[in-house]
């Protein structure tokens, strides 16, 4: 394969069939899908596609299989389902009796057993139900699309993809679509739109090759760090450290995900590697079988659902919890200790691979094992380094790609270490030379194609991305906390970026600074949104407990003001805003949330008021907002009470929705507010809905509320009351229902009289105040940032 | 000749009245620490410390230790007083009753190490680095080195060492060379070269137990990778009496600035028998368990050495006739007055005795929390006290070790010209407490152990421990209008503290040199304000009994004093803090 005289770096079929708007090709729409095969892969994919709001039909081999998944499914955590209404979607069935029931599908998906023959088989039965122009697809993870297709006729090749979903189905944003040469490209169009748009998913095009892009690379990752933790004679705690936060591949390394997968999974996958590769891959050249770990398989020491796996948890003599890790010489348990080498203390990656010690060779071998060997297999598993990276992104949950690995490394840096071990240099790796993958031009970023030339990471048609604006634009303001953009059409985007994006002084002074700009016509709408895992996880409590514990109280209570003031700024300004959460949005992001004027959220945010938790209540107007939500809910029964009590249960409990959907039954999203299943783009539907909203808009007016006072706090007294009697409610959780109830019910005032928002704004400052004074709150704050779980004082 | 003469009345003031000696009474083991044991206790150790210890200070420093043939002389009188020191049971007096210990809560400990260190300094460096290695053992050793060192270590009868230095490194312990190899039967080889090592060889115990610091051979590179050993000099035999000789030897005296009668030691370690404390690579945990204890104790040393040298400045200005008072002749019949009647002597007295009471009381209501945090039966009360304990170590440590510098100097000055002469004594307090703001962490290690380890740890949870009863007790003393000239500057040196606090812990984040460069200035600011807050606790009793008691009425004037010429300071401190660390940063190295 020669590099310059190779096909220029073209965009696939599959691509080109989504992209410009300019070359309309109508994909057909997809209003129904069955899946067949209810295992973990098909009834998670069932479920996303409910979760999505299109019927879907789900039938498996044995009988009541089908409803037996779905029942299963709503009693799982993490649950598939976004929400209990998915679920009514669904329709399972079984595959002898209700094969008729796929004659409606325009999408049919397959995730039975991984044998050609089954499948084909099923492929057969299913020619003569399926609706003409159906689109079919396997979910294999093995078998080439050749093999598949084999003896059923052009009319089904032509309808005919390889999905290939990652577990679970809802969570996992990267799927993998290869068509074959026969088939249609509007059926890989119309799978690429509904995936996308509906499901999600990033789909990435990929080449007819074993094991796709993610599992390929992915797979010989893990070998080389499994054979190299053998050679090298590494502990397993240490491979995982290694492997982890150096290199930004989950915390859990090699061995802690074999635990999550399986270790018997294991044999399989090498099992079907090496009967597809060539014998001269590495990956085949790589295989090796180790005695211990054939040893634990033996045993039933399979991971995580089995007996223990690499690691294990055990109750010591004294019911104390002890973590276990293998000895992988001896096979045996040992106490698991916290690995000490320096070189796994750098946080400079190539200062790790160049480290003398055990951990930086092993990191080194491991590196140039995969990144030499994921450089060798482009164009061959696919034709662009940013799809690979982001397969392994979204598949592996890498925070870098191999690509941007090398990049970190340096591309002559990796090349001189591979030519100094003797090993082959990619051809690829030897043409970017001194150069990097990854460039920035003109404020775009390009990636380094097969043709030697660099190209433009391309981006589907309606994605928006924070990032590229960061990359071509200077910010309208900026802070240590939060940053305004200009996204064009007169647009602002008010984006944090402080560690988990909590809110902090800078960040209130940001959006009282985003208001002031707006009001001076600056920009016609404002979205607050941003890239990070989380949209905010709240106020930053650290700072919050540290000025706790020098008692400046007048500093906290004073930014208490400021930030329920900035809240307040939001809802009245003279321009639209919406809120874009993905992730989390906790506390005062929950706050800002339901200040803005509407919401688009992504389908996985997760939003709640969990101050309670930390032994706080929301002072930033989350009561205020809340007892409003609930007062203004057209379904709610009438009176002052019930506002109460519903605000009252979701606070004091520190109830947080598991879905976008969830927190619109909770009312922390309005029935008017969007969800958008694809992240990437989450930012463009925000932006349109606020120009929508833009058109002759009025800030909304507030009324004040009517709240039951005293007589109401009764009532919630005899309710917490009832939960200590259950055990339910520890003592400092009565002291801060106390705090809470005394806020919601409108402290001194009663049903007969109108209580303002200034009013409540002011109860909710008091008696934040007076819990942060309490020991234990103080105790569940430094808990909770010392552990990530609450104290049950 | 120099005076001594023990502040029984202080020293009862403040653990009875201001640190409340009924709350000792109610910790578990302090039941009976009533006013007649306190009282006989503080009694005798006055007693012992002016009648035994205070005669062979003077002669102590001039002799001096010597070295022959690897063992060492201690000054004459020494081996005697040492000898009288066991046998009173002054040795025993705050180890555990398990070991052959009395048990004595650390609340009046502390007060009897100040007598010692006021009597002789040098003196108080045997017995104090056996307490060190107790409390090493005590907390980290096996049942059966326990058994085996502890009760000889509680009676006095062998003393102990801590052999952490070495010639090339002392305050970043990770670059230590000493190695311990297996021997096989459980022991271990140590050899290497330890320096400056207080009470390392002398004539004093029939043994000496030395806690020595070495690395394993897979020993992990750093501080993590460093092992606590216990190295005696003569090896218990089958009898547990000493036997064989072991390989370490001393090898030279220091010659040094003071503290001359204490031997300090350079040590050889020669394929030593030694057994491993602690777990491997544990070492400098287990060393930090007793540090605290440790630096607490050279805090101590500081307070006495500015108690005698305070006693010995006042007594001379009393008696030296020079010049006439600015406001009028105050006797006639002399051709001078005393200089007692000049206002800047009078400053200087009094800063000294501000200061010595100040840091006392300090002294002992920290003490009293280190009972709690050791004794008491919640584990939510223990933690609390710990926690001031802990944030209080430092800023004791290194303010007190100023203080009594300080004092020592201008102890010196109220002598004018004589206090510049050997025989009077007053330079060798200068001398002999010039070490304590080095040792045991220099000062400014302390001050980053404040900034880098006390201020941020458990999200502030530490400085809780202040600033939470402090605010408490200004918004209640408010109320009291006679407090007024009290208490409002402590609320606006707290106040200062509370903004400077935020602002070093913020900074510090953002760039651990700006915490550096804030470090010691911002613990004399946290020092100064512990004080002011003890000097208005105190202030508030003698308010209530100065009638009459010219004690109490003395603690008001001084309390006036304090507030108004020392406590200030805090402001340039503040100052000095907020201007951060660029002009240290930018300053080109080769320039110095």
Request: proline share 6%; aromatic share 6%; hydrophobic share 45%.
């Amino acid at each position: 394969m020669s590099l310059t005289t190779g096909a220029p770096m073209v965009e696939t079929e599959l691509r080109s069939a989504t992209a410009p708007a300019g070359h309309p090709r109508p994909a057909m729409p997809i209003r129904k899908v069955g899946v067949v095969g209810a295992g973990v892969m098909g009834a998670g994919i069932a479920a996303q596609v409910a979760n999505a709001g299109v019927p879907v039909v789900v039938l498996d081999i044995l009988p009541g299989g089908a409803a037996r998944a779905v029942e299963r499914m709503l009693k799982t955590e993490p649950a598939p389902f976004m929400h209990k209404g998915a679920a009514r979607l669904v329709t399972p069935g079984d595959l002898e009796a209700d094969l008729a029931l796929l004659a409606e599908c325009d999408w049919i998906c397959e995730a039975i057993i991984e044998q050609p023959e089954a499948k084909r088989a099923l492929y057969a039965r299913l020619q003569g139900v399926r609706k003409p122009g159906s689109i079919v697809s396997s979910n294999t993870s093995t078998i080439p699309l050749a093999a598949l297709t084999e003896g059923l006729g052009e009319e089904f090749a032509a309808d005919f993809l390889i999905t290939h979903f990652f577990n679970p189905p809802r969570y996992m944003r990267l799927l993998e679509v290869v068509r074959g040469p026969a088939a249609r490209a509007e059926a890989a169009a119309a799978i690429t739109e509904f995936a996308d748009r509906a499901l999600g998913k990033s789909v990435i095009p990929c080449k007819d090759r074993p094991g796709f892009i993610a599992n390929r690379i992915g797979g010989f990752w893990m070998q080389s760090a499994i054979n190299r933790a053998f050679d090298l004679k590494l502990t397993v705690e240490e491979a995982d450290a290694a492997m982890g936060r150096p290199l930004g591949i989950p915390k859990t390394g090699v061995f802690g995900l074999l635990d999550l997968v399986g270790l018997d999974l294991m044999p399989h996958v090498a099992a079907s590697m090496k009967a597809t590769l060539p014998a001269d891959d590495p990956y085949v050249l790589g295989l090796r079988e180790h005695d211990v770990i054939l040893r634990m398989i033996a045993e039933g020491r399979t991971g995580r659902k089995g007996k223990g796996g690499f690691y294990a948890r055990e109750k010591g003599p004294g019911g104390e919890r002890l973590k276990r890790a293998i000895d992988l010489w001896t096979g045996e348990y040992r106490e698991s200790e916290k690995p000490q080498l320096e070189s796994l203390g750098l946080r400079d990656l190539r200062g790790l691979a160049e480290h003398p010690d055990r951990g930086g060779r092993y990191t080194r071998a491991v590196l140039l094992d995969t990144l030499g060997y994921a450089a060798s297999l482009v164009p061959e598993i696919a034709d662009s380094i940013a799809d690979v990276d982001a397969a392994m992104r979204l598949g592996y949950n890498w925070a870098y790609g191999p690509f941007e690995l090398i990049d970190r490394l340096g591309a002559a840096w990796l090349a001189k270490a591979l030519a100094e071990d003797g090993r082959p240099v990619p051809p690829l790796l030897v043409a970017v030379g001194e150069g990097s993958f990854y460039r920035v031009r003109d404020g775009r970023l390009e990636c380094f194609g097969t043709n030697g030339a660099y190209h433009a990471v391309p981006r589907p048609e309606g994605v928006l991305l924070l990032s590229d604006v960061r990359r071509r634009s200077k910010p309208l303001a900026r802070n240590g906390s939060a940053s305004l953009w200009d996204i064009g059409d007169g647009v602002a985007c008010l984006e944090f970026h402080t560690k988990m994006n909590a809110i902090d002084l800078g960040t209130v002074e940001m959006i009282g600074k985003a208001v002031a700009m707006g009001k001076k016509g600056g920009f016609r709408a404002l979205v607050i949104h941003n890239e990070g895992e989380q949209f905010s996880v709240g106020a930053n409590i650290g700072l919050a407990l540290f000025a706790a514990n020098i008692a400046a109280w007048g500093e906290i209570e004073g930014l208490i003001e400021q930030g329920q003031k900035a809240m307040r700024s939001l809802r009245d300004a003279p321009f639209p805003v919406v809120g874009a959460p993905s992730g989390m949005a906790l506390g005062g992001g929950c706050e800002i949330l339901l200040h803005c004027d509407a919401v688009q959220a992504h389908a996985e945010s997760y939003i709640g008021l969990v101050e309670a938790g930390v032994g706080l209540i929301p002072g930033w107007g989350g009561c205020t907002t809340m007892l409003r939500r609930w007062a203004e809910n057209p379904r709610a029964p009438k009176g002052p009470m019930p506002p109460v009590a519903k605000a009252f249960e979701m606070i004091s409990t520190a109830q947080v929705a598991k879905s976008a959907f969830e927190a619109r039954e909770m009312l922390f999203l309005r029935p008017t507010d969007g969800i958008t299943f694809n992240p990437d783009r989450l930012l463009a539907d925000a932006k349109a809905k606020a120009l929508s909203l833009a058109e002759g808009y009025a800030p909304p007016e507030v009324k004040p509320l009517r709240l039951p006072g005293a007589s109401g706090r009764v009532a919630l007294a005899m309710a917490v009351q009832q939960q200590v009697a259950l055990g339910r409610a520890t003592p400092h959780d009565v002291v801060v229902c106390d705090h809470l109830a005394e806020t919601l019910t409108g402290g001194r005032k009663d049903h007969t009289e109108e209580t303002t928002e200034t009013e409540l704004h002011a109860l909710e400052r008091r008696h934040f105040m007076a819990l942060l004074k309490t020991p234990a709150t103080l105790a569940r704050v430094e808990h909770m940032l010392e552990t990530g779980r609450p104290l049950r004082n | 000749m120099t005076l001594y003469s023990a502040p029984l009345r202080d020293m009862r003031f403040v653990l009875d009245e201001l640190a409340g000696s009924e709350r000792l009474r109610a910790l578990p083991g302090c039941e009976e620490v009533g006013p007649d044991l306190i009282g006989p206790v503080l009694e005798e150790a006055a007693k012992f410390c002016t009648e035994v210890l205070l005669p062979i200070n003077r002669s102590g420093d001039e002799e001096g230790c010597t070295l022959e043939n690897g063992a060492v002389r201690t000054p004459k009188g020494f081996p005697e007083a040492y000898r009288g020191f066991c046998e009173g049971g002054w040795a025993a007096l705050g180890a555990d009753p398990a070991f052959g210990g009395q048990g004595l809560s650390r609340s009046i400990g502390m007060l009897v190490e100040e007598m010692i260190c006021s009597a002789n300094l040098s003196f108080s460096l045997y017995p104090g680095l056996s307490h060190g290695a107790t409390m090493a053992l005590s907390k980290h050793g096996t049942p059966e080195q326990k058994a085996l060192y502890l009760p000889k270590l509680s009676s006095g009868e062998w003393t102990g060492t801590m052999c952490l230095t070495e010639p090339h490194c002392g305050t970043d312990l990770g670059l230590i060379r000493t190695k311990a190899a297996p021997a096989g039967d459980g022991s271990y080889g140590i050899t290497g070269s330890k320096i400056f090592i207080s009470a390392g060889e002398h004539d004093l115990a029939e043994n000496i137990i030395h806690l020595v610091l070495a690395k394993l051979p897979d020993a992990p590179p750093g501080t993590r990778g460093i092992s606590l050993f216990v190295v005696p000099k003569f090896l218990p035999g089958e009898d547990g009496r000493p036997g064989a000789r072991n390989g370490v030897t001393c090898t030279g005296l220091e010659r040094k600035m003071g503290i001359k009668a204490s031997s300090t030691c350079a040590m050889a370690f020669e394929d030593a028998k030694g057994w491993l404390v602690g777990r491997p690579h544990k070492g400098l945990s287990a060393m930090f368990t007793m540090m605290n204890e440790a630096r607490l104790g050279v805090g101590v040393q500081g307070l006495g050495i500015a108690e005698v040298a305070y006693q010995n400045a006042a007594a001379y200005a009393r008696e030296r006739l020079q010049g006439r008072a600015l406001d009028g002749t105050r006797a006639p019949d002399s051709p001078a007055d005393p200089i007692l009647v000049h206002p800047d002597v009078r400053r200087m007295l009094l800063t000294m005795r501000a200061m010595t009471e100040g840091c006392r009381a300090l002294l002992a209501i920290t003490a009293l929390q280190h009972d709690v945090s050791l004794r008491h039966p919640d584990a939510v009360a223990r933690q609390d006290a710990d926690d001031f304990v802990q944030l209080m170590t430092p800023i004791i440590k290194a303010l007190f070790t100023d203080a009594g510098w300080e004092a020592a100097v201008l102890g010196m000055q109220v002598w004018g010209g004589h206090g510049y002469i050997r025989e009077n004594g007053m330079e060798q307090f200068a001398r002999d407490v010039r070490i304590t703001q080095i040792y045991e962490g220099t000062n400014g290690i302390q001050a980053l152990d404040l900034v880098g380890r006390k201020l941020g740890a458990h999200g502030g949870r530490y400085l809780r421990s202040f600033f939470h009863p402090v605010l408490a007790f200004i918004e209640a003393a408010s109320e009291e209008p006679a407090m007024e000239e009290f208490i409002l500057p402590l609320s606006k040196a707290f106040g200062r503290l509370q903004q400077v606090t935020a602002e070093v812990a913020q900074r510090g984040l953002r760039d651990p040199f700006e915490a550096g460069a804030a470090a010691s200035d911002y613990l004399r600011l946290f020092g100064l304000t512990a004080l002011a807050y003890a000097w208005a606790r105190m202030a508030e009793i003698a308010l209530q009994r100065a009638e009459g008691d010219a004690f109490y009425r003395a603690k008001l004037a001084t309390a006036r004093f304090f507030m108004q010429r020392i406590l200030p300071e805090t402001s340039s401190l503040a100052a000095k803090v907020l201007a951060g660390g660029e002009t240290l940063r930018a300053f080109e190295e080769a320039a110095f």
